[in-house]
Every structure is written in C-alpha cells, then in structure tokens.
C-alpha cells in the first residue's frame, strides 16, 4: 500500500500509529531516528518502552539496546537499522521507512565512512517548521558525517543547544519532542546560533542531499560492480586508465584506488566526494553509474584543498592569562542573568575542569547562581505549565479529541514561553483529579 498523504494516512488500520514520514524524495528526508521520536510522542510513549514493544511484538531477533537505537547510527545502512526500518513498516502500514535510512547506499558507500561525533541540526529549518506550523523534524542529512552544512540555509549545522550549552541533547532522551533541547526544553531553531558556511561545505551539503533525494525512488539497487566500473570508466577517459595519475587527481593514494579496482574494496563517502570533485560527475550520478550526459570538457572542477583541507597541525598549548580569566568570570558573575560554567568556558576558551582548578571561587559562585537559576525556572515552569495544561485540557476534550502531548503542543499559544515538560506527570495527575 503505498501512503502519501495524512488523509490517507488515517483511514488505514495498524498496530501503531501510521505517522506519515516528512520530506520523502527530498534533499530534507526525514531521519529514522526523527520518525521513530515522533511515533513515540505520537503515543505518549518514551522511545524506550517503544523500542521494546516494537521487539516484543515482531518477536524478531532486533536490537533493543536502546543507547544504539538513538544513535546517529539509527539511519545508517547497516543490516540492523534494515531490519528496524522494515519492522516499523509493518506496524505503521507504512511503506518503506527504510528511504529515512542510508540503506539504499549501502552497495556503494562504505560503511565505515565517517559519522558524526555529536548530533546536529540546522536552527533555521528548525525555525522554519515550527513557523510554518508544521512539527519540526531532523533530517536525514544532519546524520551523514561528511556534511556539516545546510545547503538549503548555506549556514554550518549546530551542534551545541546555546540556552544550556549542552552537547548531544538533540534527541538524547526518553521523551524527545524533536526540535526542543533534551536538556533545558528550550528550542533548538534559536537565530543566535547561525554562522555560515564555506562555499566547500555547502557544495557538499547539496551533493549529499541530492543523493538524498533520489533514493527513495531508484530503479534498481546501486552495487559495487556498478560503481567501480563507473570509477574504472572514469580512470580510462581521464587517465589513460593510470589509475596512480587518477589516484594523485583525486588526492588519494595509489593504494586506496587499487584496493577499489583491484580488490573490489567501496570507496568512503569523503573519498566519493572527492572523485566527484575532480570529475565533474555529480555525487549522485557518480553512486548510480550514470555517465551518460558527462562530457570531460564541461566537467566543473573544484579546488581540492578547499574541499578537503589537510587536518590542521595540532594548535601549540595555550599560555592563559588567569588574571584576566578571573576577571572576566568575575564580570559573568554580576550579571542580571546567571550563566552556566559550561557557556563561560565556552566563552573563555577554557576547559570548565580548568576553570574549576585554576578560578575555583569564580566557578563556584558562577555553577551555584547558575543552578539556583535552574531551580527557580524549573519551578516556574512547572507552575506555569499546570496552569496551561488545566487551561487547554476541557478546549482540547471540547473539540472531541484525546488529551496527548501533540494536542497540547498543537493548542499552546504561539507567544506562550511555557516550556512543556513532564507533561505526561500533568496530564495524570488532572486525569486523576477528574477521575
Ligand atoms: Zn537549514
Ligand atoms: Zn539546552
């Protein structure tokens, strides 16, 4: 059954909400690992205990580990995440999840490529979604670790939430509502955090995401046969089929290439970059073999040691002027607003073990005024929040729906600044109340 619209999307019956993926056959796909925190949210569940229902109930030999399952690995090509994606299929009714995945790559693109080391996001699609009123999601790009730009907003991907300064707090949690930091609930599409990016990073933003684009609607499977064959083809026209003149075009060694055309060895996904780079021939174009409207002479070459510049030589140890740092803590320390150890070291250069050993009474008074901070937001929130949710609660039953986290996000005011958290504790104890 193939399902496009919500619409549709309804009308079918399945074991777990048919909650329609975003952005398929786009440059900005829905990631696994997104789809899989919507389900959850979509039934009041944490991605844990859905995680085990899901293996529970396919009674299949899957991974239930849950610190794997909301890795950015969630969307990679390996075996596993084929098998989670095809399970979640069957329990949505929707066709095909494994397009949220790399899987259609995985012929042709090493898997031992590159991950990223944290979670990312770009803030403006983030911003975008929620103005346009749809839920933001991530995308599938932001888990691909040779991308580290948005070719739609040309600016770098974020990767540090700049409310907490917390690191990997995009979707580490049981409850995830994508878009919002898992630590300090506030939202990850923040304008302070846009820097843009190198015209290098944005080429390969946009060649990654027009391979994005395609996989959900090729023909037949990519394989490797196809690829190097491509690779060889590519080695005669330019080359004179040398592969080590190849090799030193494209700023690899000799042995990397003979280990593809020799060995039948899947070249990484900077090393695909690379040869797409020095041949004109699109990353996607490249992946599915397809030559036939490549013309050498046309070919649009880039400046290799812009696109992949030699890993920079270590920075010598830095000398620290600690009177200098103590002031400026100082100076964090009588502002209005408390600031966290984590953003004054960010701030300072510093790492904050140092801050603790070398400014000890500076970064006590700065982490104590920080989590009294803390305390009293929390407590107002949480203030505010049963209010909001003693408010929308008879609105929402009014209009004959089911009092969920996405209703209550779906009725919040636009100009609200409650940040909803333990809404499933709330929702209980009104349920309880009324009961
Ligand atoms: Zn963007
Ligand atoms: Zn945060």
Not at 24 to 27: A, I, K, L, P, Y
Not at 185 to 191: E, H, I, N
């Given at each position: 059954m193939k399902i496009t619209t919500t619409q549709e999307l309804l009308m079918t019956r399945s074991a777990l909400n048919p909650v329609a993926p975003i952005g398929?056959?786009?440059?900005e796909v829905e990631s696994l690992v997104s789809y899989f925190c919507r389900l959850a949210m979509s039934h009041c569940v944490s991605t844990k205990n859905l995680g085990r229902y899901v293996v529970a109930t396919m009674q299949r030999e899957l991974s239930e580990d849950n610190t794997w399952l909301m890795t950015n690995s969630f969307s990679g090509m390996s075996e596993t995440v084929g098998d989670w994606a095809r399970s979640l299929s069957e329990l949505t009714s929707v066709e095909s999840l494994e397009s949220l995945t790399l899987r259609a790559w995985r012929n042709v693109i090493a898997e031992r490529s590159p991950r990223p080391v944290s979670a990312r996001w770009c803030p403006q699609c983030l911003a975008e979604d929620r103005a346009a009123g749809v839920s933001p999601y991530f995308r599938l790009a932001w888990d691909v670790g040779a991308v580290t730009a948005c070719s739609k907003h040309k600016a770098k991907l974020a990767h540090v939430c700049t409310n907490c300064g917390g690191i990997d707090t995009r979707h580490k949690s049981s409850y995830v509502v994508p878009?919002?930091?898992?630590?300090?609930?506030?939202?990850?599409?923040?304008?302070?955090n846009i820097e843009p990016a190198p015209l290098s990073e944005i080429w390969v933003a946009s060649q990654v995401g027009a391979t994005l684009a395609i996989q959900s609607n090729l023909p037949s499977l990519p394989t490797t046969k196809g690829l190097l064959d491509t690779i060889r083809e590519l080695v005669d026209r330019l080359d004179d089929g040398k592969s080590a003149i190849f090799a030193r075009r494209i700023g690899l060694s000799k042995t990397t290439v003979h280990y593809w055309l020799k060995e039948g060895g899947c070249p990484t996904l900077p090393a695909l970059l690379r040869i797409a780079s020095q041949t004109g021939l699109t990353l996607p174009k490249l992946l599915t073999g397809d030559l036939a409207d490549w013309l050498q002479a046309f070919a649009e070459i880039h400046e290799i040691q812009q696109l992949f510049p030699e890993a920079p030589k270590r920075a010598p140890r830095r000398r620290h002027d600690w009177k200098q740092i103590r002031a400026e803590m100082g100076a964090l320390n009588k502002l209005s607003v408390a600031v966290s150890l984590t953003e004054a070291a960010r701030k300072l250069n510093v790492g904050s073990r140092l801050l603790y050993k070398r400014a000890g009474e500076e970064a006590r008074i700065l982490s104590e005024r920080w989590n009294e901070h803390q305390r009293h937001s929390a407590e107002q929130n949480r203030k505010k929040t049963s209010e909001l949710i003693k408010q929308l609660y008879p609105e929402i039953l009014a209009q004959g729906r089911a009092v969920n986290l996405r209703e209550l996000l779906a009725h919040v005011p636009k100009d609200s600044d409650v940040k909803l958290r333990n809404v499933f504790h709330f929702l209980k104890e009104i349920k309880d109340d009324i009961a």
């Open positions: 398929v056959g786009t440059q878009g919002w930091c898992t630590a300090c609930d506030s939202f990850l599409g923040c304008p302070d």
